[in-house]
């Protein structure tokens, strides 16, 4: 069993940036795929960016130049930093950790509201 847990959301005005972090409960070196998710109002939960435990890095296209996604093996925690955020990425960012043919492991969850 793997447990993650975000934090680092909040309220910020557009243009402006946050940093949310992931915690694991185990070592992220071992878990293959790490990745970051949002749901807004009324929408389905989507891909924001997932990195490898190797350190490859993937993006949706609404995020690309603007969010970075990283990882610190050492205290096993995940980070997105949002730049030039904007109305649109309001939602509840979850975290999400997974191996190969298992389900993921999903974090509860942190709103960031971004106001125009």
């Known amino acids: 069993q793997v447990h993650v847990v975000e934090s680092g959301g909040g309220l910020v005005q557009a243009g402006g940036s946050l940093t949310l972090s992931c915690v694991a409960s185990?070592?992220?070196?071992?878990?293959?795929?790490m990745g970051w998710y949002r749901q807004a109002p009324g929408k389905q939960r989507e891909l924001v960016a997932t990195?490898?435990?190797?350190?490859?890095?993937n993006y949706a296209d609404s995020v690309k130049g603007r969010f970075t996604i990283s990882r610190d093996n050492a205290n096993n925690t995940v980070y997105l930093q949002m730049n030039s955020l904007k109305f649109e990425d309001t939602a509840v960012y979850y975290c999400?950790?997974?191996?190969?043919?298992?389900?993921?492991?999903w974090g509860q969850g942190t709103q960031v509201t971004v106001s125009s």
């Open positions: 990195i490898t435990n190797g350190g490859t890095p």
């Open positions: 185990v070592s992220i070196f071992s878990i293959p795929l």
């Open positions: 999400n950790a997974k191996y190969p043919i298992l389900s993921p492991y």
